[in-house]
């Protein structure tokens, strides 16, 4: 596939609230990792981390989930690493802010079906609050998790919107390929 070079207009990102954006996923993944729920951008263009600015996809080349710097539009290819995406809420917002309380906790406990359902090796939240929220763990820190979901180690990395000013993408780079290689070593 050939990277798309639509930019949404001002309407259709204001039609793509409370819109979905299908997972990324396949049985037995090496990591699922796991948004808050889908920018409206994301939501117009129907890809994942898809906003000009959002770090995800040059953080997953840079920690070596990836051979090359994947465009949102080739995030199919990502199942090919063995990796693969979701979302916590799968409704479109402005912001995350948006989500309520009730919404983020439905959403893990559909991220626990899903988990069931798929059986990836590994669960990587990216957001520490949702995750917190999602899961109940106020205390959550980044990282692996003392916890498993579904018998799939978890681990809490930064979100990598544009907006998360606290992290650099060479920070982001850093804590991602230290999952990257927690994986790569873990004998299941």
């Keep these: 596939m050939t990277a798309s070079s639509h930019r949404p207009t001002r309407a259709e990102l204001l039609a793509a609230q409370d819109k979905s954006v299908a997972d990324v996923i396949a049985p037995r993944l090496k990591v699922l990792f796991v948004g808050i729920n889908p920018g409206l951008y994301s939501a117009a263009t129907g890809h994942h981390f898809a906003r000009p600015g959002n770090r995800f996809w040059p953080t997953l080349h840079a920690a ?47 991220l626990s079906q899903t988990v069931r359902a798929y059986q990836p090796r590994c669960v990587a939240v990216l957001g520490v609050g949702a995750y917190r929220n999602a899961k109940k763990r106020p205390k959550a820190r980044l990282g692996r998790q003392a916890e498993d979901l579904e018998g799939a180690p978890i681990w809490v990395l930064p979100n990598p919107s544009g907006l998360n000013a606290h992290y650099q993408l060479e920070d982001l780079a850093q804590l991602f390929r230290e999952l990257r290689l927690a994986v790569e070593t873990d004998p299941h």
């Design 64 to 110: 070596g989930f990836t051979a090359r710097l994947l465009h949102p539009s080739e995030e199919g290819e990502l199942l090919e690493s063995g990796c693969g995406i979701t979302n916590l809420v799968n409704r479109a917002t402005a912001t995350a802010d948006e989500l309520s309380p009730e919404e983020l906790l439905e959403g893990g406990r559909r």
